[in-house]
C-alpha cells in the first residue's frame, strides 16, 4: 500500500469519527449590545410606594390619620468602567430627617410634593477592600437598626474611610466618619448643607463589625454628635433551626453625656412562607433619644410586629402596627401603624435599554 493512500485512509477514519457538530463550524451565540449609558450610569435603586399611616399620642389625640407617597432613585456616575471612583446620588420625597413621605391631602394635612437630593458624595476604593467617601453619605450602622441609630432616611456630611479585609485584620468592616451632623427641616436637601464641609464637625462615628460565620454578626460603634456620646452594640444571630425564628437581633445603646440613659431592642424574624415573612419583638427608647431614630419607633417601651408580603418580583406589601406599654412619659405616638405597597422600577428601566 502507497504511503498516499494510508494517508488518505488515516484522514477519511479522522473525518468520520468526527461528530458532525465540530466539522460544521458554528457560529457564537448572539449577544446582546452592552446599553449605551452603563459604562457611565448604573441605577441602583428606583421606587414609588403609597401608605396609609394612623397614629395618635399618649393623650389618646389621633395626630396622623392620612395616606401618603413616597418616592426614591439611587444612582452612581462611574468615572472609570470598574467603578473604582463614582459619584453617588440619592433623591427622596419627604421635608424631614426622619421621613422619606409626603402627604397626598387624602387625610389629615394637604398635598406636598417635596424631593430632595438627600446624598450626593464621592466614593473612590483605590486598593480592594479599602473605600474612602466625601460628601453628603448615608449613616452606616451595622448590625444594628434604625430603631436604636437614626432613620434609615437620615444623613451626614462629611468624610468616611471604610476598610473590609477581614483576612488581614480580623474585622469585616472598620469605618471612620468624620462631619457635621444637621437634622433641621429646612437643610434637608444637599445644596443647604454644602456650607458645613468647610466647619468644625460636630459628628464623628467609628465602627468596627464582625460576620460570625454564616450564622450572624457582632457590631460595636461609638458616635459623638453635639456633645452626645453614645455606645452601641448589636448581635444578629441566624437561628432556622427553631421553629418560632428564622433570625434574632439584639441591639443597646448608652449615653453617657447629656442626660446619659439606655436603651434596647430585641427583633425575631420568621419567614412563614415563601411569600409571606414577620418580624416583631420589644423596644425601649429612652425620652431623651432626641427622636432621630425610626419614625415609627421614636421613644417609649412598645412592642411591635411588621408582616411582608412579597406580591410579585416588583409589587410588595407590608403592614406594621406599634403600641406602648408600660410605664411610660408623654409619647408622640401610644399607637402607630402603617400599611405600605411598593413598587420596584428598576426592571422597567433596564428593559428600556439605556442602562
Do not use: C
Not at 234 to 245: K, P
Not at 303 to 323: E, G, Y
Amino acid at each position: 500500500m502507497s504511503r498516499n493512500l494510508i494517508a488518505s485512509s488515516i484522514f477519511a477514519l479522522t473525518v468520520a469519527g468526527t461528530p458532525l457538530w465540530a466539522q460544521s463550524q458554528t457560529s457564537p451565540p448572539e449577544q446582546k449590545p452592552t446599553p449605551p449609558l452603563a459604562r457611565w450610569v448604573e441605577v441602583q435603586n428606583v421606587s414609588v410606594s403609597v401608605r396609609y399611616r394612623f397614629a395618635d399620642n399618649s393623650a389618646g389625640t389621633v395626630t396622623t390619620n392620612q395616606v401618603q407617597h413616597r418616592e426614591t432613585v439611587r444612582a452612581r456616575v462611574k468615572f472609570d468602567a470598574p467603578g473604582q471612583y463614582a459619584l453617588n446620588v440619592g433623591t427622596s420625597s419627604g421635608s424631614r430627617f426622619t421621613s422619606g413621605w409626603n402627604n397626598t391631602g387624602i387625610g389629615i394635612g394637604d398635598w406636598q410634593k417635596a424631593q430632595s437630593v438627600r446624598t450626593l458624595y464621592l466614593a473612590a476604593r483605590p486598593i480592594a477592600g479599602v473605600e474612602a467617601q466625601y460628601g453628603s453619605m448615608y449613616i452606616i450602622r451595622g448590625e444594628s437598626s434604625e430603631i436604636t441609630t437614626y432613620d434609615e432616611d437620615g444623613y451626614v456630611i462629611g468624610e468616611r474611610v471604610s476598610v473590609r479585609r477581614p483576612r488581614d485584620l480580623f474585622f469585616d468592616e472598620m469605618s471612620a466618619t468624620v462631619g457635621y451632623f444637621s437634622s433641621a427641616p429646612t437643610e434637608i436637601g444637599v445644596s443647604k448643607r454644602v456650607k458645613y464641609l468647610d466647619e468644625r464637625p460636630n459628628y464623628g462615628h467609628f465602627l468596627v463589625d464582625k460576620k460570625v460565620g454564616t450564622r450572624g454578626g457582632v457590631s460595636v460603634d461609638f458616635t459623638s454628635v453635639g456633645g452626645a456620646r453614645t455606645w452601641r452594640a448589636a448581635a444578629n444571630l441566624s437561628t432556622r433551626e427553631l421553629l418560632v425564628a428564622d433570625g434574632i437581633l439584639v441591639e443597646t445603646y448608652k449615653r453617657t453625656t447629656m442626660n446619659p440613659d439606655y436603651g434596647f431592642a430585641v427583633s425575631i424574624t420568621k419567614a412563614l412562607t415563601r411569600r409571606v415573612g414577620v418580624n416583631w419583638g420589644y423596644a425601649r427608647i429612652d425620652p431623651f433619644y432626641g427622636g432621630l431614630n425610626s419614625d415609627r419607633f421614636n421613644t417609649g417601651k412598645r412592642v411591635f410586629i411588621t408582616t411582608t408580603f412579597a406580591i410579585s418580583s416588583r409589587l410588595a406589601a407590608s403592614a406594621f402596627i406599634t403600641t406602648a406599654v408600660g410605664d411610660n412619659v408623654a409619647l408622640p405616638h401610644r399607637t402607630l401603624s402603617n400599611l405600605i405597597f411598593s413598587y420596584n422600577v428598576l426592571p422597567d428601566i433596564r428593559r428600556s435599554g439605556l442602562f
